[in-house]
């Protein structure tokens, strides 16, 4: 089982006289970041003292521990330890999950293990009042936190909304939108720490629809999702995938082959943004990071520890959606001569006004992707502005303050919404064989666009449990599911 150690990760700066003996980039926190890019900290060290003193709560007391409120609550944990300094779980600790890559820990065990501190019940003596509440579940009567937010998901949709503004969705939903609904609610809470002038963010009500951003058409029940998927790069974006592919509930995962593609190995750095990495990772290949993960839900995972590149090939008996998450524009652009039947791309924004926006692009589409004109400017990307901080590095650490300026800011939450997008456009693909070529979604402003699929696509697909998993059995199928038929 993959599972971060215990305890709170160690976010190292250069002090005055240190030699570095690794990139600054290999160990600074990339959420703690913001702070740096934005011109709000007066040095790098500030920042990251700045990020430690911040705190939430997550209360958990009032939902059901099915498959959805158990991906809600892990996914709440993990993606907050990695933005706030400090994280309070209020949840049944004895509880023992039975699903997810924690499944066979208690929730306090896995709160522990997040690097979380965990109560059984609402203190004001332990829960600090001044810190923003995320609620998984219907909020108590009586008041706590300054700020008090609710998730919930309801079909494919995922939504956070003021704790005072009622029940809301009845959060009969499936596992995508309940893991989606978690991590926007981080991200509102997040929101009212930095206290940006003129934002809502935290005092609104936001909802994501996964099946068609920007709209309140809502899709059909998942019955089936793809029965093979590939994923390319796995750093915040794979692991981001990896984390939601480990909640689907198939009926056999032992038949659903999932190929993981990456070279490189884990610094520490990227705990902050992988959710699979743990706060003091050794330095062992992503790839066997993620198969652990991957394997202990039950999959079939095949390793390429090789880059991308113009001999890459899909088989023409391959059925694979592939997933990519990488940070540079060649493998991207090769994606269509690759030759996977469906291709899913994402991309995050880097600065301070554009880290919590995503696109995505999918492929078999009418201009294929060495042709997409985002991706065929090769200029290089221009040194933001220099801050306090980054003069202030630059004075003892210059080629330091050079790579912290062309790093991009990111948060697990960020990750975790935007894999939930791209999965259940993967699911689209199979349900019903459409999707969007082109999503672009701004959390700060929640504006979404979206433009229709121009490619087709028909893959096999592999059967989903109902909620109830208890009172069913029974084995994947494959079916070639058509427009026609369906």
């Not at 590149?309 to 990488?326: C, I």
């Not at 060495?370 to 801050?387: C, E, K, Y």
Request: aromatic share 6%; with cysteine.
């Amino acid at each position: 089982m993959v599972a971060p150690a215990a305890g709170t990760a160690t976010h190292l700066a250069p002090a005055s006289g240190d030699t570095m003996t690794s990139s600054i980039t290999d160990t600074f926190d990339r959420t703690a970041l913001l702070g740096v890019h934005e011109g709000t900290r007066a040095t790098v060290t500030a920042a990251l003292d700045a990020q430690a003193k911040t705190g939430m709560v997550i209360v958990a007391t009032g939902m059901p521990f099915d498959l959805c409120g158990q991906a809600a609550l892990c996914t709440a944990v993990a993606t907050a330890v990695r933005a706030f300094g400090k994280v309070i779980v209020v949840a049944d600790g004895p509880v023992e999950l039975t699903y997810g890559p924690y499944r066979g820990l208690t929730i306090a065990e896995m709160t522990e293990r997040e690097g979380a501190e965990h109560t059984d019940q609402l203190d004001p003596s332990v829960v600090p009042a001044e810190l923003p509440f995320l609620h998984l579940g219907d909020p108590p009567a009586e008041p706590g936190g300054a700020v008090r937010i609710r998730a919930s998901w309801d079909g494919w949709n995922a939504s956070v909304s003021p704790a005072e503004a009622g029940t809301g969705p009845s959060r009969e939903g499936n596992v995508v939108a309940a893991i989606a609904a978690a991590a926007l609610g981080v991200h509102e809470a997040f929101g009212t720490i930095r206290e940006r002038p003129g934002s809502d963010v935290g005092w609104r009500t936001i909802t994501l629809n996964l099946w068609q951003p920007g709209t309140d058409i809502d899709g059909p029940t998942p019955t089936h999702a793809p029965a093979a998927w590939w994923l390319v790069g796995l750093g915040h974006l794979g692991q981001a995938y990896a984390w939601v592919l480990s909640w689907l509930p198939y009926a056999d995962p032992a038949k659903i082959e999932i190929v993981l593609q990456d070279i490189q190995r884990v610094v520490q750095a990227n705990h902050s943004t992988g959710l699979l990495t743990p706060a003091s990772p050794a330095p062992i290949r992503k790839t066997r990071l993620a198969a652990t993960a991957l394997e202990q839900a039950g999959y079939d995972v095949v390793i390429l520890d090789r880059r991308l590149d113009e001999t890459s090939r899909a088989q023409p008996e391959d059925y694979h959606v592939a997933l990519l998450g990488v940070d540079t524009l060649q493998p991207r652009r090769l994606i269509s001569q690759v030759g996977w039947k469906l291709a899913i791309d994402a991309g995050l924004g880097i600065g301070p006004a554009d880290f919590n926006a995503m696109i995505l692009y999918r492929f078999p589409a009418k201009v294929p992707s060495d042709q997409l004109l985002p991706w065929n400017n090769d200029a290089p990307r221009q040194r933001r502005a220099t801050t306090a901080a980054l003069a202030e590095l630059e004075q003892r650490d210059p080629c330091g303050s050079v790579e912290l300026a062309g790093t991009a800011v990111g948060a697990a939450f960020v990750g975790a919404i935007t894999a939930c997008l791209a999965i259940a456009q993967g699911v689209r693909g199979v349900q019903t064989e459409d999707g969007f070529d082109v999503i672009n979604l701004h959390l700060q402003s929640g504006d979404a666009f979206q433009a229709p699929a121009t490619g087709e696509t028909s893959l096999p697909a592999a059967r989903l449990l109902p909620l109830q998993l208890s009172n069913l059995d029974g084995g994947l199928f494959l079916q070639r599911c058509f427009r026609r038929s369906c």
